[in-house]
C-alpha cells in the first residue's frame, strides 16, 4: 500500500469514528430513552458478573487506567524514545495522550455533564461527568499510539504482532472494567473509544500529511 492511500484511509477511518462519535453524543445529548435503556440492560449484565474472587482483579485493571498512572506511564515511553532519538514519535505519543486523550476528552465531559451511573454500588471512586469515559479515551489514545510506535520500531512481524495485541487488550480490559465497577455507562465507554481512536486516526494523518514521522522499520 502507497503512503498516499494508507494517509487516506487513515483520514477515513478518522473521519468515520467522529461520526460515530458524534451520534453518541447527540443521543446523550438528547437523552434518548432507548439508549438509556440500552445502558441499563448493558451495565446490569456486567455489573451481575461481580464476584468475591473477580472484583480485585477488575479494580487493579481499572485503576491502572487512572490518569495519573497514564501520565507516568507516557513520562516513561517519553524518556526512552527521547534516548533514542525519536523526538518525532515522542511527540506523536505526547500529542495523542496529553491533546486527544486529555485535555479534549475533559472539554466534551464538561460541555456534556453526563451524571455517572447510580443503579450499582461503584467499587472505586470516580467524580466529575460520565461522559465520554475519559479511561476509554485515554487507553485508546496511550496503547493507540504504542501500537503506532511499534509499527516504525519493531521489524520482526511476530513480536510487534504480540506486543500490538497486548495493548489492545489493555484497551478493551480497561474500558470494560469501568462498566463493571459501576462508574460508566457503556455508552460511556464505546464513546471514549471511539474519540479516542479517532484522534489517533487524525494525530497519525497529520504526521504523516507534513512529514513528521520517521521511516518504517518494519518488514510487512
Known amino acids: 500500500m502507497s503512503t498516499k492511500s494508507f494517509r487516506q484511509r487513515l483520514l477515513y477511518y478518522s473521519l468515520g469514528a467522529y461520526l460515530i462519535f458524534a451520534l453518541f453524543f447527540c443521543l446523550v445529548w438528547q437523552q434518548v430513552p432507548w439508549l438509556t435503556q440500552f445502558d441499563l440492560s448493558v451495565n446490569a449484565w456486567f455489573t ?4 468475591t474472587w473477580l472484583n480485585p482483579s477488575v479494580i487493579a485493571i481499572t485503576n491502572f487506567g487512572n490518569p495519573g498512572n497514564s501520565a507516568l506511564l507516557n513520562a516513561v515511553v517519553l524518556i526512552i524514545l527521547l534516548s533514542f532519538r525519536q523526538q518525532q514519535l515522542a511527540l506523536f505519543s505526547l500529542v495523542n495522550v496529553a491533546l486527544v486523550g486529555g485535555l479534549g476528552n475533559h472539554l466534551v465531559k464538561q460541555l456534556v455533564m453526563r451524571p ?4 450499582a454500588t461503584h467499587l472505586v471512586y470516580a467524580g466529575g461527568y460520565s461522559f465520554p469515559s475519559g479511561h476509554a479515551a485515554g487507553s485508546m489514545a496511550f496503547f493507540g499510539a504504542l ?6 520500531l519493531v521489524a520482526d512481524f ?4 504480540i506486543l500490538n495485541s497486548l495493548s489492545a487488550l489493555l484497551i478493551l480490559l480497561i474500558g470494560l472494567s469501568r462498566i463493571y465497577v459501576g462508574v460508566h455507562n457503556t455508552s460511556d465507554v464505546l464513546a471514549g473509544w471511539t474519540w479516542g481512536f479517532a484522534g489517533l486516526c487524525l494525530t497519525w494523518w497529520l504526521f504523516l500529511k507534513f512529514n513528521l514521522l520517521p521511516q518504517k522499520n518494519a518488514a510487512d
Not at 501500537?147 to 516504525?152: E, L, P
Not at 511476530?158 to 504482532?161: A, C, G, N, V
Request: proline residues 6%; charged residues 35%.
Open 158 to 161: 511476530k513480536k510487534r504482532r
Open 48 to 51: 451481575n458478573l461481580r464476584t
Open 116 to 119: 455517572r451511573p447510580t443503579a
Open 147 to 152: 501500537i503506532v510506535i511499534t509499527y516504525y
